[in-house]
């Protein structure tokens, strides 16, 4: 039997059996549930097979009239989520490019595509922390062991803080670096994180001096699977002192034996990359494509290029 696919606005989305799919789905990430949805997109609409089987969130905009998807800030990887792996992905796409014929869209790890949609390939590393941080360490490259027993020597105080102290760590140290995140990002960003805080989805991790200098924090989101690297943010003195390997070690630790993925949340920056390496991370890539299948002229237009 054909399944029924139908596309619909987020206003008329059943939440609690959208984010039922998702967390009942073996690839089900945060970036795909409602709230993280309603708080980070202009506007969106759901994809949904049957009464909820399989559903695929389609962010959009518009430009001359013409609906097309964008790259989100704050959201790494979309696609679909399926409570099975029968799923047509041919059906899915068809709905998806009757929808939006012009933009660009990230897939998430276990969505498979055919190769003519002409994909790009993009960097994500996760870490197992169900096993005792011992045997995460044993895959340290050594300077890893390095950095962190030189932290140790600064006695620093790893501890929880207040859920915004990273979001203004890292607006204050690269906002004027990412100059594709806008201040209207930021807000709403602020906003999920503070949804999510108050669902016990996020909590925040700091590392100080003896003198209490903020040196590194970071921003986790939690869903029943993972623990999201949102933001990591270390100071030009917090790099000299290794903070943030003692950070990110002291994270794993709290949370060791648990069921859960470290995500890294990337990265395609080579430098970034590098340092996630170093903890012999699993390699998790997932694709993006870019398309144009407007009719002539519109046809002529550029599709959006990755920032």
């Known amino acids: 039997m054909q399944p029924q696919i139908n596309i619909i606005p987020a206003y008329k989305i059943d939440k ?52 097309y998807s964008y790259d989100v800030p704050f959201i790494q990887q979309l696609g679909w989520f399926s409570k099975d792996q029968s799923i047509n992905e041919n059906l899915l796409l068809n709905a998806f490019f009757q929808f939006v014929k012009y933009g660009d869209y990230a897939f998430n790890f276990s969505n498979k595509l055919l190769a003519e949609n002409k994909l790009t390939q993009h960097h994500n590393y996760i870490l197992d922390l169900s096993s005792p941080y011992e045997n995460l360490e044993k895959k340290f490259n050594p300077d890893v062991r390095t950095y962190r027993k030189n932290a140790l020597k600064y006695h620093f105080s790893y501890t929880a803080c207040h859920i915004m102290e990273p979001v203004n760590l890292h607006i204050e140290l690269y906002q004027s670096q990412l100059k594709h995140i806008t201040a209207e990002d930021y807000r709403k960003f602020k906003s999920l994180t503070l949804v999510l805080d108050k669902n016990a989805k996020a909590f925040a991790r700091k590392v100080i001096s003896n003198s209490g200098e903020l040196l590194s924090a970071v921003l ?5 699977g993972r623990l999201y690297n949102i933001m990591n943010s270390t100071t030009a003195t917090g790099k000299k002192m290794d903070a943030n390997y003692f950070l990110l070690t002291e994270l794993w630790k709290e949370f060791e034996h648990e069921k859960l993925l470290f995500d890294f949340e990337g990265s395609d920056v080579p430098g970034i990359q590098k340092f996630y390496k170093k903890f012999g991370p699993q390699h998790q890539p997932y694709s993006r494509i870019y398309f144009n299948k407007l009719s002539f002229p519109l046809s002529m237009l550029n599709a959006p290029k990755p920032v």
Do not use: E
């Not at 990430?29 to 949904?48: C, P, Q, S």
């Not at 986790?220 to 029943?224: E, N, Y």
């Open 16 to 67: 609690q059996k959208w984010d039922d799919c998702i967390q009942q789905s073996s690839n089900g990430l945060i970036y795909a549930t409602t709230h993280y949805l309603d708080n980070m997109t202009d506007n969106w609409h759901g994809i949904v097979v049957n009464d909820y089987d399989c559903v695929m969130p389609v962010p959009w905009r518009k430009k001359l009239g013409i609906r």
């Open 220 to 224: 986790v989101f939690k869903d029943s």
